[in-house]
T-cell receptor, first 113, second 114 residues
């Protein structure tokens, strides 16, 4: 089955700096890659996703890049703010019966004021 | 607005007890999922369902079973709870139509087995 590795497990940045979280996946059949954000005590929520036919996608301060050849994808957050502090999960999915996801282990991002 | 609810936020059970965790979604979603969340291990898929009465094993189904008798409700059952099943359990649902893959999560149930 699919295996998703996520690095780093913790990341601290100064407010205003950029943050990058990287994931690799094992199954070349995977074609959908979402990122979820989980604030402390809250449920995970989708923040951005990318399909395998796209190399990069942006939404305001966040962007995701995908390298299908190398089987890795990354989340980039620019101009970080304290409210960006959360756990971020990457995931990968192929066209299974329910589009089920395999998640990475998570990255605790802390934005220092 | 999608709403996914779970029957309990906190649950304490004894080893060997049968435990039921319930999840209800109100948006007519086809797909429903059960995950457990443990520090450093992310979200691991236990079971999922893509239709009423249909279920498939996820990555860690051992010790668990599920039931989906109605479209809006998906139950996770621990037949004989063990201490290694102490965890946060998250339910999620998704539409099921091609092109819409977002999963909506419930608030979670923190289960402690003593």
């Amino acid at each position: 089955g699919e295996n998703v590795e996520q690095h780093p497990s913790t990341l601290s940045v100064q407010e205003g700096d950029s943050a990058v979280i990287k994931c690799t996946y094992s199954d070349s059949a995977s074609n959908y890659f979402p990122w979820y954000k989980q604030e402390l005590g809250k449920r995970p929520q989708l923040i951005i996703d990318i399909r395998s036919n796209v190399g990069e996608k942006k939404d305001q301060r966040i962007a995701v890049t995908l390298n299908k050849t190398a089987k890795h994808f990354s989340l980039h957050i620019t101009e970080t703010q304290p409210e960006d502090s959360a756990v971020y999960f990457c995931a990968a999915s192929f066209s299974g019966s329910a589009r089920q996801l395999t998640f990475g282990s998570g990255t605790q991002l802390t934005v220092l004021p | 607005d999608v709403k996914v609810t779970q029957s309990s936020r906190y649950l304490v059970k004894r080893t060997g007890e049968k435990v039921f965790l319930e999840c209800v979604q109100d948006m007519d979603h086809e797909n429903m999922f059960w995950y457990r969340q443990d520090p450093g291990l992310g979200l691991r898929l236990i079971y999922f369902s893509y239709d009423v009465k249909m279920k498939e094993k996820g990555d860690i189904p051992e010790g668990y079973s599920v039931s989906r008798e109605k479209k809006e409700r998906f139950s996770l059952i621990l037949e004989s709870a063990s201490t290694n099943q102490t965890s946060m359990y998250l339910c999620a649902s998704s539409v099921g139509r091609a092109g819409t893959y977002e999963q909506y999560f419930g608030p979670g149930t923190r289960l402690t087995v003593t």
